[in-house]
């Protein structure tokens, strides 16, 4: 098992939660397949109350992260996913799990059998050495309709449309592709894991796999099973309970209300009531049932228990600037501003505003906030800003911030952290949208979007990112160009570029269709300019983006959604094409930026 930052094979992410019956088993079993393949395996521990960590310490060999606090499974993932390094696949392992000699080689071969495969998950057989019911077909209304009234006993050679799960002992004999399989041994293609980001951190435990199947499919690519790949699985080795029976059973309702609309989400959340109702004889399943039904009582249930985001100013001095170029943003530039004045004046960073052509009193505002060095320039032009604040900035690396984006500090120093460790040459934080405000064209459009698993790892549109000084040395200065975030991610190879899985920024959206029209038009152009200047390096993004979008259709409102975005997306290419104007830009979502 290898600790460098090397290629390996293989890196292996094991998430622990009071494991030390199960650990070391599995953790010699690794040891065995390292003899044949090159691994590299970290362990994220839950806060444990056993003697996990102890034992894991005890392998020197492998990474072992304290996540702080009881994450879950997808946010212990998540923590671990940034400790793998570069890989070409990636392995996630359940640690109540037993590796049988070779079966990592087993799906590694089934992975490089075909381009189209993008995970790869093995037979898994119980403590008897039966063949586990671990493989799965997507949700759907007939089949959980199926499953409430027949239950995993009766006619279990039911068809297809009948069932969430496959049943059918014939369907664990040969290799053949899948909609999803339980998320305790997956190997994932290592630039597919990199384009999807991290796991979906709303689904505490259940679904979060559901939910990354689904997006690995939405990529284009198949999941394999590879039977000649066996583990075996104790079950239950992270506990079971009454009230995580009842999490299964909501979270199954929660995926559905985010990937369908809202009558096909009451009808599944009907037919789960229904099963409950039938097994109502047992007590849990009476629990289950009033849960269900009152969903101001999902909230009482198991969640992540994350330690507390703070702004904890420590660590060294120096450790990165930061740059800010401002046009007319006198609404929102306190907003950004604020949340890292007390680093900037500690010393942790520089804070450079670059206020280019400004009307308004932007650079004033800007310079009432403590620790932030303000320089004005008469044109209004994003990239002589840019390369301004570099003119002016000491410190590397250095982070690029739209004024309108909102950022804690901690996040900040994350990323320039990252930059600085020199394994990658560029980086951004995970953002998210913020449309709280917006009309329905524009909730639905980003809807549309945040379900499409492309881009996931590119730089552009977080309006935020960072290169060390090797990685700016790439293009030298900022060319004159609309899209600056897009071209910069022209400019690296997907090893040499990352997201930093920390408290996400936040975009806001624009709050009406002109606005968003305004956006888009600006970054359909600023994309026609970078095709024109280097066809060979910049992707064409039209027919890979329809194909996503397509992909996220699941149901009636996801149809109406990706409609939105179709036509919301040409009407800004016609309007982009008709327009004198280089810059747009959205004023909408900046009125209430104080």
């Known amino acids: 098992m290898d600790s460098t930052e090397h290629v390996a094979t293989v890196a292996i992410v094991i998430v622990t939660y009071n494991s030390a019956a199960d650990i070391p088993l599995l953790l010699n079993d690794l040891r065995a397949e390292a003899r044949e393949t ?17 034992i894991v310490r005890g392998y020197p060999e492998v990474v072992f992260v304290e996540s702080g ?55 898994i057989l119980d403590t008897e050495g039966n063949p586990h019911t671990s493989l799965c077909r997507e949700p759907s209304l007939t089949r959980a309709f199926g499953d409430a ?31 999803w399989a339980t998320g305790a041994c997956l190997l994932v293609r290592g630039v597919l894991a990199a384009e999807l980001g991290e796991w979906n951190e709303d689904f505490f435990l259940y679904s979060e796999e559901t939910e990354y199947f689904r997006r690995i499919r939405s990529s284009g690519h198949v999941v394999r099973f590879a039977p000649a790949a066996v583990v075996q699985h104790r079950l239950g080795g992270s506990g079971t309970s009454p009230a995580l029976a009842t999490l299964l059973e909501v979270n199954r309702i929660r995926y559905i209300e985010l990937h369908h609309g809202r009558w096909y989400a009451r009808l599944f959340r009907a ?51 930061v740059i800010v170029p401002a046009y007319d943003e006198a609404a929102v530039i306190e907003r950004t ?30 310079r009432t906030i403590p620790g932030v060095q303000v320089v004005e320039l008469p044109v209004g032009s994003k990239p002589l800003a840019l390369n301004t604040g570099d003119s002016v900035a000491t410190l590397w690396p250095r982070l690029y911030l739209d004024a309108d984006i909102r950022i804690t500090a901690t996040t900040v120093l994350a990323v320039l952290d990252r930059i600085d ?32 698993a492309a881009h996931q790892n590119a730089l552009w ?67 026609t300019e970078l095709v024109d200047r280097d066809p060979e390096r910049t992707p064409k993004t039209g027919l890979h983006t329809a194909r996503a979008i397509l992909r996220t259709i699941t149901g009636p409102l996801s149809a109406v959604d990706a409609a939105v975005y179709f036509g919301v997306a040409i009407a800004a290419r016609r309007r982009a094409a008709h327009s004198d104007s280089r810059w747009e830009r959205d004023n909408s979502s900046r009125s209430t930026g104080v």
């Open 69 to 123: 606090g009881n994450l879950g499974y997808a946010g212990g993932i998540n923590v671990g996913l940034t400790h793998t390094g570069n890989c070409d696949a990636v392995l996630i392992l359940n640690p109540d799990l037993r590796v049988r000699p070779g079966a990592i080689a087993e799906m590694l071969a089934a992975l490089d059998a075909d381009d189209r495969i993008g995970a790869v998950v093995p037979l």
């Open 421 to 452: 460790h020199g394994d990658v040459l560029a980086a951004r934080p995970a953002f998210r949208y913020d449309s709280d405000n917006a009309s329905t064209i524009v909730r639905s459009y980003y809807r549309a979007r945040r379900k499409m």
């Open 271 to 321: 037919i789960v009531a229904l099963a409950a109702l039938m097994r109502s004889y047992n007590a849990d399943h009476r629990r289950t049932l009033s849960i269900v039904l009152r969903r101001n009582r999902w909230k009482d249930l198991p969640k992540a228990t994350k330690p507390a985001v703070a702004e904890v100013l420590s660590g060294r001095l120096g450790r990165g600037a």
């Open 337 to 366: 501003l604020r949340p890292l004045s007390e680093a900037a004046v500690a010393g942790f960073f520089e804070l450079i505003v670059v206020a280019n052509g400004c009307t308004d009193d932007t650079a004033a505002r800007a």
């Open 38 to 54: 090159d691994i590299r395996v970290v362990v994220v521990d839950n806060e444990s109350a056993d003697d996990t960590a102890a």
């Open 149 to 179: 009234l027949l239950g995993s006993r009766a006619w279990r050679n039911r068809p297809a449309w009948l069932s969430e799960f496959d049943y059918r002992p014939s369907s664990y004999g040969h290799a053949h592709d899948i909609d």
């Open 461 to 527: 549109w977080a309006g935020v990112f960072g290169l060390s000084a090797e990685g700016h040395k790439r293009f030298g200065e900022f060319p004159e160009v609309t899209g600056d975030d897009m071209f910069v991610d022209t400019q690296f190879r997907d090893t040499e570029k990352t997201v930093v899985h920390t408290e996400p920024s936040v975009w806001t959206t624009p709050t009406d269709l002109s606005g968003l029209l305004t956006v888009l038009g600006r970054h359909h152009r600023g994309n």
